[in-house]
């Protein structure tokens, strides 16, 4: 049971952090449609954030990040150290890539209109090339997800069917000993399916 729940604790987080890192490739691409009418970095971060607020809702993960790098802005912290700490908590590549990217710029004092379109083209691409991945391997997942079941599904028929037919494995040192080793066996090959479906782009 507590694998089962650190699993989906984790399967959970990766959908969240998927749906965060899609929230933030909407406001840099925004944040980029700002700065190319004349705004300041600051001004269209901020004003991008807001647009979002009419598309994802107050209470979603983005923009409660842009209302509290408004506030930090009033505080005047600089917005590479905010992009960063963002990137930081979130461990979203996307984000922290973005920060480093945006952090050269600042400090090299390169043309920041155009490094952050140059990123939003490339967030974009590997986003692209994530949605077709995902798309290819939807089946591959679901057929995973289904064979990890049929074991218990195997044994409940069989209990059902057969009562007392799983008592010589259970009811003694050998048996267990046995259904340990076959137990490990399992939770190593469920472990070893979620590895190869996973792939980072």
Same mark, same amino acid.
């Given at each position: ?9 984790? +399967?959970?987080?990766?959908? %969240? ?11 840099? +691409? ?22 979002? %607020?009419?598309?994802?809702?107050? +209470?979603?993960?983005?923009? %409660? +990040? ?58 974009? #691409? ?20 289904? #064979?990890?079941?049929?074991? $218990? ?34 939770? $190593? ?13």
């Amino acid at each position: 049971m507590f694998l089962f729940c650190e699993w989906k604790r984790k +399967e959970l987080c990766e959908i %969240r952090k998927r749906k965060l890192e899609q929230q933030f490739r909407d406001w840099i +691409e925004g944040a980029s449609h700002h700065l190319e009418t004349g705004c300041s970095v600051e001004n269209a971060l901020i004003r991008a954030g807001r647009e979002l %607020r009419l598309v994802y809702g107050e +209470e979603s993960d983005i923009c %409660r +990040e842009t209302r509290g790098m408004e506030h930090l802005l009033a505080n005047n912290i600089s917005v590479e150290k905010i992009l960063s700490d963002f990137g930081e908590r979130s461990q979203a590549a996307d984000i922290c890539h973005f920060a480093d990217v945006f952090a050269t710029g600042k400090r090299s004092g390169g043309n920041l209109r155009e490094m952050i379109a140059d990123s939003c083209e490339i967030i974009a #691409m590997r986003a692209d090339t994530e949605r077709e991945i995902h798309t290819l391997l939807h089946g591959k997942v679901m057929e995973q997800k289904v #064979m990890c079941l049929i074991p $218990f599904g195997i044994m409940l028929y069989i209990s059902i069917s057969s009562p007392g037919y799983f008592t010589p494995l259970y009811h003694n040192p050998a048996g267990i000993c046995v259904m340990t080793l076959c137990l490990a066996v399992y939770l $190593f090959s469920v472990w070893l399916s979620l590895f190869i479906i996973r792939i980072e782009v």
